[in-house]
Every structure is written in structure tokens, then in C-alpha cells.
């Protein structure tokens, strides 16, 4: 079986990838993904022979057959003309539905995968639904799925969890006990609007108030996801946004709090801060989280987590607190820090039977030979209407025709939302800010 994923890589090609398996190199989730995937079915003995198909040259895993490309219509004339089974891409506007690089009305013979490491809007899921090319959508979360029950998108759609490397992190926490901890504070991702890092430097002074020794590291960057990317004066993020958050985290004098540590990107070697970390806080706004493996790896590490409560942090956070209010940070942080509880032997057993690499790559394999089956489902069906959506579902199925006009609820809840009570959704990845 011939099997290509394609990523467009030109935005993180400086960056050494050449050992993924260990860990994040200090990428954005989705590249890291596509990375420690590929190369894990490429080292397993499976019958898959797969090509990662990329566009800039870049140190990769070396057991990772690589192909290099201008871009993704050359890598589809490529995989139907080598007679490739699959093709995996990642949800991409651009390259995937604008480009009609995948006319309906050209039938290809590799099976095209779009794998979702985003959130979807109902036009996107008509678009893949009702083309042929696309034979599956695979998501990166079971919350994420289940937001779209009844879209006809829903019926070549499954998930399958990200891989996180487990190996390791029960010794290193025995060794760093939590509550041994000092009120460290770390937060790790993009600083930029949609990954909510505003929110926790505005709780900042709030959290010193009641806990005065408290800590704040900041592991990343606003060029994180593009190393092109301009920084304003504090070389943090850019010169907007920096202009929003710093006030709450500076000194009369513009002076960066005793308090305060921005750490840049990071590899492996922040694993060392997340072990003398106490609490975790990934993206508090949820917005455009689908899965967070900063949240996972935070906990793996043995920290707890305090964040807003949204379809990726569902699945993958259980070890903290979920809040219902944005607004509801400070005060969650504060209750974690001032605790020596903590569920972390509930939460490494749930990563591991989940999230592990083996578990991971064998849900692809089963993918790939067609036996992947989705369970039914059993969790959380009053969050975002989840029991109307089944109903709906339902509905549609045994109307025929009739069925195609109902609605789809997510689209009215999001209408809703937005529209009627001016509230961000978890869609809304172009906010300014504040």
C-alpha cells in the first residue's frame, strides 16, 4: 500500500526536525503531526510504503522517504501517476477547495484524506461531503467530530486522537512531585490573539495579589508558526498585540515584572520548566483548539491545567479545571496553586491508553486497510446541544429529500453566538484581541 502525506513546510524549514519522535521541536501542532505520523508508519512493519511530500528542503526523521514538490497540485499529478492509494492533506482553504484542485467532475484514483486539525464551518463540510476525491475526513478529536452529527459531512467522517510521546514522564514526575512545586505558572503556544495569551497576562496581577510568590513562564512566540514572522519592540509578538498584553505584565516604567519569563520557543529542553510547574495554562480563549497537545504535555509533565472549556480541552484535559467563563482564570489558577491535590495518575493512564504513539499509529493502519470503526456516541450530549444534533440526525435520515433543507444546529448556534449575543466562538481564529 502506497500511502503520501503532503505539508507545505516553508514556514518551518529552518527548524530541525530530524528527531520528532522525541518531541515538539519548537513547530506549530499540525507540522509536528504530520511529521511524527508519517515517520511512525514509515518505521513500523505494516505493508504501508509511505512518501512525505513537502516543498522546502529541511532535516527530517531519516527513516522518512521524502519527495520534494512546488506545491500540492504537483504532488496530486505525482501520487496519480506513481498510483498512489492515499493521499493525506491537511484542511487548507487555499490549497483544498479554492484551487479546485479537486474538481468534482475529475475523478482521481488515490483516495484524498483531509485530515482536521482545525475547526470546519458548514460551507467547508458541504464542499468535502459532496466531492468524491475527498473520501474521508479525519479529525483530530471526538468533541470535534461530534460538533457536526448531523451534517452529511458526518457520514465519511471519523477521528483519530494526536500522538504525544509518553515514554519517560511517570519517572521524571516521580522525581519532581508536585507537591513539591513552587507556584510556577507556564503557558506554552502562539502569542497571538486566537491563542487567548492576553487573557492569563491580564489575571497576572490578580494571581500575585494572592499568591505573591507566584511565577509566570511563557514558552513560545509569535513566530512560532511562521519564523518570517515580524516581532514588535519587545521581540515577543507582534507590535499590536504586544501592545495589549504588556501593560499587564510591566512596571510603571515599561520594565518587564520580576514575575514574568518569556522563554521564546522552545524544544525538548522546556520540559524541564513544565516539571517544576504547578499549573498549565494552554490557550485560555479555546478558540481553535481541536485537540492542544501542549495541554497533554503539560500534564504528562505533571502539572495540572486551568483553562476554558471547548471541544479539544474536553478530550484531552483531566487534570484541572475546565472553566465555563473566560473570566473564571484567575480564580481557577489561584484555587490550583493554592492546592497540593492532583489527579495525575488518573490523567497519565487516559494519555496513554489514547494518545500514545502505538495506539496512534495503529488507528492510521486500520484507517488505511478500511476497518476503522467509530464508537458510538456515549459522553457530554448536553454540551453545544450534542442530544438535538442526534435527533436531528435521525430526522434527516428518514425524510428523504426533505432532509436536505433542515438545518444543521452547530450553524445556528454559531449564528447565535455571534450574531444575537456578539460573543467570539472557537471559530474565530481573525479576533484582534481584547
Known amino acids: 500500500m502506497k500511502v503520501g502525506f503532503y505539508l507545505d513546510n516553508s514556514t518551518v524549514a529552518s527548524v530541525d526536525c530530524s528527531t520528532v519522535g522525541k518531541g515538539n521541536p519548537g513547530i506549530g501542532g499540525t507540522e509536528y503531526m504530520f511529521l511524527l505520523i508519517s515517520s511512525m508508519l514509515s518505521d513500523r512493519s505494516n505493508g504501508i510504503d509511505v512518501t512525505f511530500f513537502t516543498t522546502s528542503k529541511f532535516k527530517f526523521p531519516e527513516e522518512l522517504k521524502v519527495k520534494y514538490c512546488n506545491g500540492l497540485a504537483e504532488c496530486v499529478t505525482i501520487v496519480e501517476y506513481e498510483e498512489f492509494d492515499f493521499l493525506v492533506i491537511k484542511h487548507d482553504v487555499e490549497d483544498n477547495i479554492y484551487s479546485n484542485i479537486f474538481d468534482r467532475q475529475n475523478r482521481l484514483k488515490t483516495k484524498v484524506i483531509v485530515w482536521a486539525h482545525v475547526f470546519m464551518c458548514y460551507w467547508e463540510l458541504d464542499y468535502y461531503a459532496s466531492n468524491p476525491n475527498i473520501t474521508r475526513i479525519v479529525n483530530v478529536g471526538k468533541e470535534t467530530l461530534e460538533l457536526n452529527i448531523d451534517h452529511k459531512a458526518y457520514d465519511k467522517s471519523t477521528y483519530i486522537f494526536n500522538a504525544v510521546n509518553t515514554s519517560g514522564a511517570s519517572e521524571a514526575c516521580k522525581a ?50 511562521d519564523k518570517n514572522a515580524t516581532l514588535g519592540c519587545y521581540n515577543i509578538a507582534s507590535s499590536e498585540y504586544e501592545s495589549q498584553f504588556m501593560p499587564y505584565l510591566t512596571d510603571d516604567n515599561g520594565r518587564i515584572l520580576d514575575s514574568v519569563h518569556f522563554m521564546g520557543v522552545m524544544g525538548e529542553e522546556k520540559n524541564e520548566i513544565l516539571l517544576r510547574t504547578k499549573v498549565g495554562v494552554p490557550n485560555p480563549s479555546g478558540i481553535t483548539e481541536t485537540f492542544c497537545i501542549s495541554a497533554v504535555e503539560m500534564q504528562l509533565m505533571g502539572a495540572r491545567i486551568a483553562t476554558y472549556r471547548s471541544p479539544g480541552f474536553i478530550d484531552t484535559v483531566r487534570n484541572g479545571i475546565l472553566g465555563r467563563k473566560q473570566s473564571d482564570l484567575a480564580d481557577n489558577i489561584i484555587k490550583l496553586l493554592n492546592s497540593d491535590a492532583t489527579d495525575y495518575a488518573k490523567a497519565i493512564e487516559y494519555i496513554e491508553s489514547n494518545f500514545s504513539p502505538v495506539v496512534v499509529a495503529e488507528k492510521w493502519e486500520k484507517l488505511f486497510i478500511g476497518n476503522l470503526a467509530v464508537e458510538g456516541v456515549r459522553s457530554n450530549l448536553g454540551y453545544r446541544l450534542k442530544w438535538a ?23 445556528i448556534l454559531l449564528y447565535t453566538e455571534r450574531k444575537l449575543h456578539g460573543l467570539v466562538t472557537y471559530l474565530d481564529s481573525d479576533i484582534k484581541g481584547f
Open 389 to 411: 444534533k442526534m435527533l436531528m440526525r435521525k430526522v434527516k435520515r428518514h425524510v428523504g429529500i426533505l432532509g436536505r433543507k433542515l438545518p444543521v444546529i452547530e450553524r
Open 176 to 225: 519532581h512531585p508536585f507537591e513539591d512545586r513552587a507556584n510556577v505558572v507556564t503557558y506554552i503556544g502562539q502569542l497571538s490573539p486566537f491563542k487567548g495569551f492576553h487573557l492569563l497576562a491580564k489575571a497576572w496581577k490578580k494571581i500575585l495579589k494572592e499568591v505573591p510568590d507566584a511565577q509566570l513562564y511563557i514558552i513560545g512566540s509569535g513566530k512560532l508558526y
